[in-house]
């Protein structure tokens, strides 16, 4: 498996780094695929709407019914390394072969608002958030099982098998570093996994 990641933007100008400027919650949430983090995002979107999702820009090409400026931003590889070379990304990563990044003035600006953000990155781009922004609140996702998992995302049948086995090989890599997180929940049920994201999302939002 191939992994880079961005280097961090700093911006002495921002005092971000330290987590000064920062007047909003940024809520991140990993998961190996098939865990279930997109329905628990458009949970968490969908309890609280004025959380602002941040939409990653993405070089893998659109799965069925994902759409451009909602799911991802659909950008070519030119545009996703150059991005990199004007320090666009707040972080970015390289996973199952795509570059996936997060835009820096989208964070920066809506945090510096007092807005709070939802974001779904994977380990790596977490580690590269904490560093900047260590207030922000990292939640890891857990599928019951293995098996659960590849029977999950098998059940989607948006992938190929060769694909699936790439996804289920970093998927094992990205559980064995969930200690990085202060939140882990696993999502056994459905709505008790939703209602644990809630209520941990909540009480963030109230200390605040
Ligand atoms: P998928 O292609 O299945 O939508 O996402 C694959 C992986 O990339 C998931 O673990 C997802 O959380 C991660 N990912 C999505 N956007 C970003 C991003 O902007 N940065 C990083 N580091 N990972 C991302």
Redesign the pocket.
Known sequence: MTKK??LLLKNPMDGSSDGSTEKGNLFI?????GAG??TLCRAVLARYPEIKY?V???T?AP?KG?ENGK??FFVTEEKFLSGIHQGK?A???K??D?Y???DADFIRTLLSQGKDIL????????L?ILKEFPRSVAIFIMPPSREALETRMTARGTDSPEVIAK?MR?AEE?MTQRDLYRHIIINRDLDEAIAELTHLIESFRRQR
């Not at 779904?120 to 977490?126: L, R």
């Open positions: 990641t961005g949430l990993s998961a190996p695929s983090k997109t941040s990653s820009s993405t893998r799965r994902e799911d991802y990304w972080e970015w990563a996973v199952h795509h996936y990044g997060t974001l779904d990155i994977d380990v790596q781009g977490t590269q996804r970093n990205e």
